[in-house]
Nanobody, 123 residues
Framework: QVQLVESGGGLVQAGGSLRLSCAASGRTFSSLSMGWFRQAPGKERDLVTAITKSGANTYYADSVKGRFTISRDNAKNTVYLQMNNLKPEDTAVYYC????????????????WGQGTQVTVSS
């Protein structure tokens, strides 16, 4: 079983930055592909970015390309989401998720989820 715990959310002004972290339990982190999803009120949960188990490959939604960066440290069982130049439309609850073997876009294909962390961007 894998447990995921997110941290780093908060309130920031437009143009600011936040760094989210997701710590995973267990010894199998390096076998997991990781994704960051977000869900705004009344909207579906969408994939923001994902990274393969080795970190060699990443995916970004068009809306965050050039502003967000996903990375991972397999020695620390942690995946990160660096968010720069934040916009009010980035406001949402952000979730990290994990699956094997490769990342996909559908949230229904992820087996493990964190509890979510709120990101609020004020204009």
């Amino acid at each position: 079983q894998v447990q995921l715990v997110e941290s780093g959310g908060g309130l920031v002004q437009a143009g600011g930055s936040l760094r989210l972290s997701c710590a995973a339990s267990g010894r199998t982190f390096s076998s997991l592909s990781m994704g960051w999803f977000r869900q705004a009120p009344g909207k579906e949960r969408d994939l923001v970015t994902a990274i393969t188990k080795s970190g060699a490959n990443t995916y970004y939604a068009d809306s965050v390309k050039g502003r967000f960066t996903i990375s991972r440290d397999n020695a620390k069982n942690t995946v990160y989401l660096q968010m720069n130049n934040l916009k009010p439309e980035d406001t949402a609850v952000y979730y990290c998720a994990a699956r094997r073997p490769t990342p996909t876009q559908s949230p229904y294909e992820y087996d493990y989820w964190g509890q979510g962390t709120q990101v609020t961007v004020s204009s």
